[in-house]
């Protein structure tokens, strides 16, 4: 019911800035509650951003906040993630998903994943 596919990840020297799309092919982009992970080789997928339905309220988690972004343009049925100042240790996986369960930091809460894009930041 609900298809995601991710875009705009790259190489970045540290530093520098990235925006990724989650562009959502569903009837009601409002509906769902949105989320950013990512997952870095040998390690645990992490919890990076989460928006609610209307796009009024976002959790961002203290590894990222200050640096990151979680928009929406609800409209356009697209999820946006602005990356400032990004790190080595930035590099990873990052998957946007859809759930019911507003602001959550659980992937369990997330019913529809997309393929993910590449984001490699070097120093």
């Known amino acids: 019911q609900v298809q995601l596919v991710e875009s705009g990840g790259g190489l970045v020297q540290a530093g520098g800035s990235l925006r990724l799309s989650c562009a959502a092919s569903v009837h009601t982009f409002s509906d769902y509650a949105m989320g950013w992970f990512r997952h870095a080789p040998g390690k645990e997928r992490e919890f990076v951003a989460a928006i609610n339905r209307s796009g009024g309220t976002s959790y961002i988690p203290n590894s990222v906040k200050g640096r990151f972004t979680i928009s929406r343009y609800n409209r356009n049925n697209t999820l946006y993630l602005q990356m400032n100042n990004l790190k080595p240790q930035d590099t990873a996986v990052y998957y946007c998903?859809?759930?019911?369960?507003?602001?959550?930091?659980?992937?369990?809460?997330?019913?529809?994943w997309g393929q993910g894009t590449q984001v490699t930041v070097y120093a």
């Open positions: 998903a859809a759930g019911y369960n507003s602001l959550s930091p659980s992937s369990a809460h997330y019913d529809y």
